[in-house]
């Protein structure tokens, strides 16, 4: 393939993160991130060290201009002044228009508009990365790199809601799934690490944001995310799946308008609902100290991942291989035991030496003798955006000639 330079731009939940790729490889990298003790950012060329760094409040509102900058400096200090080719943003929207990776046009652009209010976290987010990447580059081809579209294919019972399918169809209103670009990073990596492609597997994306994922023969067959983001597992802030006759009692008694509620479900529970912290280090720390909501709190999230687990074994018909990616869960192996215990009548056995050995990394953490494999794996969303890019950047010039 002719590789191209690439910038890719994931502005996420919670942080926001950039990287050029050139010919592949990623040669630099950034991460803004809005902490307890204020903004900072972390920069890193190539192989060298990362460096760190506080910003003001405005650096980290328009991060993308830190960055055109950097990048345009980076790419001019080579002789032949290489050019950037594409840049990809990844998208994460409700809707079957959303769930394929795309050209980002004025049509492309109306139609997320559409969906601002299904995905408050998100879409307003993107909507301003998109403003600000027209505005420092005008001309260059920008990609979307749907966060859905690794789940288009699920299984119809997966898929659908028990609603009429008149109002499905008019709205709408399906299971769409999201992680999906992480997901699929594991999927095309995951053979180094077990020396197979795993027939069933389990991929749990723990951060943040927080989903499990059922994967059979390399394809999407359940997901715990549905219609929105917001769905799914209890997250940082976000409250996932709660009864909706309990949504709808709130709504009453507290006269919420949709918006409200929206927003109610999206930055009031999850971690933050029950115990006023979504970092989950910081929720660990406050359970070693024996704090009661901390300790509530982190049962209730390692409780819905471990129904999540058992219940994707049903869709798989058994399981091979389980993943835990995603940064709260790569670091911490503490956070890996809570959502690992009482899985034993799976198959699921962990050895405490290699669990505890392995923190930030890639590695198996099962016994040795154990019928499912355990690997924890560092995700690699951004070098999917990049092959995204590179193969919707070769369809145009295939089809230009």
């Known amino acids: 393939m002719d590789m191209a ?40 060329i190539s192989e060298k060290q990362q460096t760190c760094s506080g910003i003001n409040k405005a650096d980290f509102a328009d991060s993308f201009a830190y960055v055109a900058e950097a990048v345009q400096k980076y790419l001019f200090s080579f002789a032949d002044h290489r050019p950037l080719d594409v840049i990809v943003i990844r998208i994460v929207a409700p809707g079957t228009f959303f769930q394929k990776h795309a050209v980002i046009d004025e049509e492309y652009i109306l139609v997320l508009k559409k969906r ?17 990447i027209r505005k420092q580059f005008k001309h260059i081809l920008l990609v979307a790199a749907s966060d859905s579209a690794f789940h288009a294919d699920m299984p119809t019972q997966a898929r659908e809601y028990s ?21 699929m990073s594991i999927v095309r990596r995951v053979h180094a690490i077990v020396g197979q492609d795993p027939k069933k597997m389990i991929v749990c994306h723990v951060g943040n944001g927080t989903s499990v994922t059922a994967v059979k023969a390399g394809k999407s067959v359940e997901t715990t995310m549905g219609f929105a983001p917001g769905t799914g597992l209890p997250m940082g802030s976000r409250a996932g799946d709660i009864d909706n006759a309990a949504l709808l ?26 115990a ?3 970092d989950i280090r910081r929720l660990l720390d406050r359970r070693s100290k024996n704090d009661a909501a901390a300790t509530q709190a982190l049962d209730v999230f390692a409780y819905n991942i471990q129904k999540a687990i058992a219940a ?32 034993e009548h799976l198959g699921i056995q962990v050895s405490q030496d290699r669990n505890d050995a392995l923190v930030g990394g890639d590695g198996i953490i099962n016994l040795r003798n154990s019928p499912i494999k355990i690997v924890v794996m560092r995700t690699d969303e951004m070098g999917e955006m990049s092959v995204v890019g590179d193969t919707i950047r070769m369809k145009i010039k295939k089809s230009s000639k």
Request: glycine share 8%.
């Open 5 to 44: 330079t690439t910038l890719v731009v994931n502005p996420g939940s919670s942080s926001r993160k950039y990287a050029l790729y050139q010919d592949g490889q990623s040669v630099l990298e950034f991460r803004f991130e809005d902490t307890n003790t204020g903004f900072e950012v972390c920069t890193q």
């Open 116 to 132: 601002e209010a299904s995905a408050p976290l998100h879409i307003p987010v993107i909507l301003k990365e998109i403003q600000s």
């Open 163 to 183: 609603i009429p399918a008149s109002d499905a169809q008019q709205f709408d209103i399906y299971r769409f799934g999201y992680h999906g670009l992480s997901v």
């Open 249 to 274: 009692e709130l709504m009453r008694v507290r006269h919420w308008r949709p918006s409200e509620a929206e927003m109610y479900v999206n930055t009031h529970g999850g971690l933050a609902g029950i």
């Open 276 to 278: 006023n912290e979504s």
């Open 312 to 343: 994707q074994t049903v869709a798989l018909g058994g399981l091979d291989v389980l993943v835990l990616t995603a940064t709260a869960v790569v670091r911490s192996s503490e956070l890996r035991c809570l959502i690992l215990r009482g899985l």
